[in-house]
């Protein structure tokens, strides 16, 4: 069995905790904060998991030292925009070849990279996987099935997390795409809030899935200007992340969105989730790809000039609307009309 240490100890990296104690191995889960690693420590219960309860010997620690130091896996589950600071933290005992799998999703806005690409940058020699897929914390930490993918440019690499997380609760399939699965789960978000947007605006069903049948159709066109596989996206990490981000009351993208749809500020609505919440982070940077990529992305535009321009949600929602007339297809052959009159 391995020796892990989980950097963050919020709900995700708890969770994941959890699994990986299950399947019998050592678990050392870091919080930033040593007020926090205390009170798991010594109530044995995180305050966003109600009801579940942590393991006697799971241990916890404010140390960087005792938690990256010497662990055969380091799982980095701390919010995006920490993942640089982080890893710059983490690399004083992190020797060449340090598997990292990193379960944070986001872009960076400044320099627009990854979040692996960020870790492969700050821990230079270390082995780098991903693990995305349509996975709250909440349910995972109750044992209720769940399904993810693994990622990494290496297959041996892919199939020693796979290996690692799979249990008859937590299925894990394995890709090499890992650029599409960190897009698909990063830019998911985005959509996310527009999502909760038009539940605060009162709309309906109709709203939500035009919402993620065309969010998806943004996100997979832009992931594979960049290189990404079209499969990623209409697969767990694209698709199936996206449907459970704006379909559920754990998500704090689509909280935060309700709460903006009913006339909060984004500012306030971070207040009120008391979370991170990922989507805010992503929607400059997304923005910024789709300029850089020419990938016309309308929906996270849209969020940004809520976001960050002051724009009215209803107004933002109507634009959508009244956009030109196109067609769904970008391909396809028409009959030749056979009546003039039409």
């Known amino acids: 069995m391995a020796n892990i240490g989980i950097i963050g100890a919020g709900t995700w990296g708890t969770a994941l905790g959890l699994v990986l104690y299950g399947n019998g191995h050592s678990v050392t889960l870091w919080s930033a904060f040593e007020e926090d690693a205390r009170y798991l420590d010594k109530k044995r219960e995180h305050k966003n998991l109600p009801g579940v309860k942590l393991p006697g010997d799971m241990v916890f620690t404010a140390s960087m030292e005792q938690a990256a130091e010497g662990k055969d ?102 890709s090499p795409d890992v650029l599409g699965i960190e897009l698909g789960g990063a830019l998911k978000n ?33 992931g ?25 009351m754990h998500s704090r993208n689509r909280r935060a969105g309700i709460l903006i749809g009913q006339g909060c500020s984004m500012e306030e609505a971070m207040s009120q989730v008391g979370m991170a919440v990922e989507g805010v982070y992503s929607a400059r940077a997304a923005w910024k790809l789709a300029e850089k990529y020419q990938a016309p992305m309308p929906i996270v535009e849209q969020v940004n000039q809520v976001l960050f321009f002051g724009k009215d949600p209803a107004g933002a929602v109507k ?18 009309a056979r009546d003039e009159k039409i």
């Open 73 to 174: 896996v380091l799982v980095l589950a701390v919010p995006s925009i920490y993942v640089r600071s982080t890893a710059r933290k983490m690399a004083a005992f992190c020797g060449k070849g340090q598997v990292i799998v990193n379960v944070a999703k986001g872009i960076e806005e400044d320099s627009l990279l990854t979040l692996s690409q960020v870790i492969e940058e700050e821990l230079s020699g270390a082995r780098v996987a991903v693990l995305s897929g349509p996975s709250h914390a909440e349910e995972v930490s109750r044992r209720v099935p769940t399904t993810c993918v693994a990622g990494a440019a290496d297959k041996r690499l892919a199939a020693m997390v796979q290996n690692l997380f799979m249990s008859p609760e937590f299925r894990v399939y394995i």
């Open 190 to 222: 985005v959509i996310a809030l527009a999502a909760g947007i038009a539940d605060g605006l009162g709309y309906g069903d109709n709203t939500k899935a035009a919402l993620i049948t065309r969010g998806i159709h943004e996100i997979g066109r832009l």
């Open 224 to 248: 594979m200007r960049m290189g990404g596989l079209s499969e990623t996206f209409g697969g767990l990490s694209g698709i199936g992340d996206l449907i459970v981000t704006c379909a559920s």
């Open 319 to 336: 634009e959508l609307m009244c956009r030109d007339r196109t067609s769904e297809t970008g391909e396809g052959v028409w009959e030749e």
